[in-house]
């Protein structure tokens, strides 16, 4: 059964017969159910779906900060697709049932401002992790200085996130962050910077595995 919530000019949610109605970002859609459903299970449908649930796996740890790491989305996507199409591209290795998240070549932020080139990143011995960038040509061209920095950190096995949308800004060309006590094991961190207006924001680069010893 399809419900009208708003009145006869809302798009209705649910099923008809044979058709299903639904809404995704604010836009309508209808299909068909299917006649009949066959699940054969064949080598590349079960590799499909292994992509599919690691990349969806990394998306939800990631899931605080994928609004702005992805602000430059097409008309009627999310972020999280954005997020999603360019990490299934990208950020897998091997193959099925080998599959596994590469973390080097993960995305946590994407659009059209220079990246900047990553000089160094290290654990200090106070426990903080210092980062260093070059700026690009192209943002020393475009007086880019003041872009934020924004530094993600990421520990899979723990499914700990720690996101920093305003570590510095970009002419600093370093900043240095308190790693957390939640971070208790080995994390992943990288760096992107983002527009003081959130509006855009840059490739992010991977900074480095770390390892944090209690």
Same mark, same amino acid.
Request: glycine letters at 8%; one cysteine or more; proline letters at 7%.
């Given at each position: 059964?399809?419900?009208?919530?708003?009145?006869?000019?809302?798009?209705?949610?649910?099923?008809?017969?044979?058709?299903?109605?639904?809404?995704?970002?604010?836009?309508?859609?209808?299909?068909?159910?299917?006649?009949?459903?066959?699940?054969?299970?064949?080598?590349?449908?079960?590799?499909?779906?292994?992509?599919?649930?690691?990349?969806?796996?990394?998306?939800?740890?990631?899931?605080?900060?994928?609004?702005?790491?992805?602000?430059?989305? !097409?008309? $009627?996507?999310?972020?999280?697709?954005?997020?999603?199409?360019?990490? &299934?591209? +990208?950020?897998? *290795? %091997? =193959?099925?049932?080998?599959?596994?998240?590469?973390?080097?070549?993960?995305?946590?932020?994407?659009?059209?401002?220079?990246?900047?080139?990553?000089?160094?990143?290290?654990?200090? !011995?106070? $426990?903080?992790?210092?980062?260093?960038?070059?700026?690009?040509?192209? &943002?020393? +061209?475009?007086? *880019? %200085? =003041?872009?934020?920095?924004?530094?993600?950190?990421?520990?899979?096995?723990?499914?700990?996130?720690?996101?920093?949308?305003?570590?510095?800004?970009?002419?600093?060309?370093?900043?240095?962050?308190?790693?957390?006590?939640?971070?208790?094991?080995?994390?992943?961190?990288?760096?992107?910077?983002?527009?003081?207006?959130?509006?855009?924001?840059?490739?992010?680069?991977?900074?480095?595995?770390?390892?944090?010893?209690?």
């Amino acid at each position: 059964m399809a419900r009208i919530k708003k009145g006869i000019f809302d798009p209705p949610q649910g099923s008809v017969g044979n058709l299903v109605f639904s809404s995704r970002n604010g836009v309508p859609y209808v299909r068909t159910k299917p006649e009949t459903y066959r699940d054969a299970k064949t080598p590349a449908q079960q590799a499909a779906r292994a992509r599919l649930s690691l990349v969806s796996s990394l998306l939800r740890q990631l899931k605080p900060m994928l609004r702005s790491g992805f602000p430059e989305t !097409p008309p $009627g996507k999310s972020s999280r697709d954005l997020a999603h199409r360019l990490n &299934a591209a +990208r950020a897998l *290795h %091997g =193959s099925w049932p080998d599959l596994a998240i590469d973390y080097p070549n993960v995305l946590v932020s994407h659009g059209s401002l220079a990246p900047g080139s990553l000089r160094s990143s290290k654990l200090l !011995p106070d $426990g903080s992790l210092e980062i260093s960038w070059t700026p690009s040509d192209t &943002a020393v +061209r475009m007086q *880019h %200085g =003041s872009d934020r920095v924004m530094v993600t950190l990421l520990d899979p096995e723990q499914n700990q996130l720690c996101f920093y949308a305003g570590a510095g800004m970009r002419q600093d060309q370093a900043t240095t962050i308190r790693v957390p006590e939640t971070l208790s094991g080995d994390f992943h961190a990288w760096l992107s910077f983002a527009s003081s207006c959130g509006r855009f924001a840059s490739e992010s680069c991977y900074a480095g595995r770390f390892s944090v010893c209690q």
